[in-house]
């Protein structure tokens, strides 16, 4: 499985955009990149996949260049309720088996 | 339910009590996870069932651990003999299939403290 490296910790004030990179230099060919955000005492959840250039959604938007060896989430205008910790991962065939987690981004949002 | 449900919330165990995790995955899941979270780390992948079948158990940490999901809906994560390294959260998700772009949905865990 891919390895991946995300900043540990990242803080912005409310009402920014909030661009969290991740590097995934061994990225296979039939490998998904999929974001996860967890709060406090709370599991992880979904927030955006994708396999090559960008996908959008309610919620965010996912930025992938041609090498597809880094990744880019994007939060619009965050908010104090966006603080979390934020997951990258990278796994085949975007399935939901073994979903490698590593350490993730502590995003702070700051009133 | 509407979600993955776990339970319980909070479990203290004296060494070398046995506990059993409890997880109701969401209704018509095929797939079901597990997944151990230590403090200040992400989850790290336990094992996984599709239905009844268990077919990874490839991340269970030793034989102390064992899950079971007989009839394909709830399933329950047994430890025996429980030692302080076993003390995290223990996760839950669930998903419809396990194919390419399926969402997993992930429980509120079950914080387990060895004592």
């Known amino acids: 499985l891919a390895k991946t490296t995300q900043p540990i910790s990242m803080d912005s004030y409310e009402g920014q955009e909030v661009n969290i990179t991740c590097s995934h230099n061994?990225?296979?060919?039939?490998?998904?990149i999929t974001w996860y955000q967890q709060f406090p005492s709370q599991g992880p959840r979904f927030i955006i996949q994708?396999?090559?250039t960008k996908v959008t959604n309610e919620v965010a938007s996912l930025f992938i260049p041609a090498d597809r060896k880094s990744s880019t989430l994007s939060l619009p205008r965050v908010s104090l309720s966006d603080t979390a910790v934020y997951y990258c991962?990278?796994?085949?065939?975007?399935?939901?088996?073994?979903?490698?987690f590593g350490s993730g981004t502590q995003l702070t949002v700051l009133p | 339910g509407a979600g993955v449900s776990q339970s319980p919330r909070y479990k203290v165990a004296k060494r070398g009590q046995d506990v059993a995790l409890r997880c109701d995955p969401i209704?018509?899941?095929?797939?079901l996870f597990w997944y151990q979270q230590a403090l200040g780390q992400g989850p790290e992948f336990l094992t996984y069932?599709?239905?009844?079948?268990?077919?990874?158990k490839s991340g269970l940490p030793s034989d102390r651990f064992f899950a079971e999901r007989p009839e394909g809906s709830v399933s329950t994560l047994k430890i025996q003999r429980t030692q302080q390294e076993d003390s995290a959260v223990y996760l839950c998700?669930?998903?419809?299939?396990?194919?390419?772009?399926?969402?997993?949905?992930f429980g509120q865990g079950t914080r387990l403290t060895v004592v």
């Open positions: 209704s018509g899941h095929v797939s």
């Open positions: 998700a669930s998903s419809l299939e396990d194919r390419e772009g399926t969402e997993a949905f």
């Open positions: 991962l990278v796994g085949p065939s975007g399935s939901a088996r073994q979903l490698t």
């Open positions: 994708g396999y090559k």
């Open positions: 061994n990225i296979a060919t039939n490998d998904y």
């Open positions: 069932f599709q239905n009844e079948a268990q077919l990874d």
